[in-house]
């Protein structure tokens, strides 16, 4: 069975502060895809990022980065010098390459608040 | 590209009555699409897979005839909650697969629904 575990429930930060946001999953299966999305509060999921279990390398786009480790199944993701339009949720999420593309495992999500 | 979308986006109904959710693939076709659920302040969970010309694949512990679905045609599917209960008041969002393309699917902007 699969599991993603997004251990922070919330994590509350002032603006420019940088915020790491922690992804664990467990897998029995040796390929895999993991994902970040962003849900802002009206609601919509907002794709950041999909990684494949083969490509370890650490990906930065603009403020956002990412540091998966295979060797502790963790994916998270930074935000560098936050900004309010950050304020969001966070949720992680892994997919089986034996499944459908569109059936994700979501972790429990971590919510971000940034204040001025 | 990729745009998928819901409707409606909000909707509150009477206990006992009956409600349609439609998801459209704005530009591509979709041979599968996924409806997922969120409970205020959870994660999303799958409920469905929906395949185009054929029966809904459900996940275990979803009632089929308590959420219809419906995926007559390559661009839309759709979610009808029966006799609605304020227990089925969530968050419900979809997602497509582009049928052309190995990559993940596309949300759409989710529908919030109220049954009172």
């Known amino acids: 069975a699969q599991k993603v575990t997004q251990a922070q429930t919330e994590i509350s930060v002032v603006e420019k502060e940088d915020v790491t946001l922690d992804c664990v999953y467990e897998t029995r299966d040796t390929t895999y895809y993991l994902f970040w999305y962003k849900q802002p509060p009206s609601g919509e999921l907002v794709f950041l990022i999909r990684?494949?279990?083969?490509?370890?390398q650490n990906e930065i786009s603009g403020r956002y980065s990412w540091n998966f480790q295979k060797s502790t199944s963790s994916f998270n993701f930074t935000i560098t010098a936050s900004q309010v339009v950050d304020s969001a949720v966070y949720f992680c999420?892994?997919?089986?390459?034996?499944?459908?593309?569109?059936?994700?495992?979501f972790g429990a999500g971590t919510q971000v608040v940034v204040t001025p | 590209g990729a745009v998928v979308s819901q409707h409606p986006s909000r909707v509150i109904c009477k206990s006992g009555t009956s409600v349609k959710i439609e998801c459209r693939s704005l530009d591509f076709q979709a041979t599968t699409m996924f409806w997922y659920r969120q409970f205020p302040k959870q994660s999303l969970m799958l409920m469905a897979t929906?395949?185009?010309?054929?029966?809904?694949?459900?996940e275990q512990g979803v009632e089929k005839d308590k959420f219809l679905i419906n995926h007559a045609s390559l661009t839309l599917s759709t979610l009808t909650v029966t006799s609605a209960h304020p227990e089925d008041s969530s968050f419900y969002i979809c997602s497509a697969k582009n049928r052309g393309e190995n990559t993940e699917a596309f949300f759409g902007q989710g529908t919030r629904l109220t049954v009172v």
């Open positions: 929906s395949n185009e010309g054929s029966k809904a694949t459900y």
């Open positions: 990684r494949n279990s083969f490509d370890e």
């Open positions: 999420a892994l997919r089986m390459t034996t499944d459908s593309w569109g059936k994700l495992q």
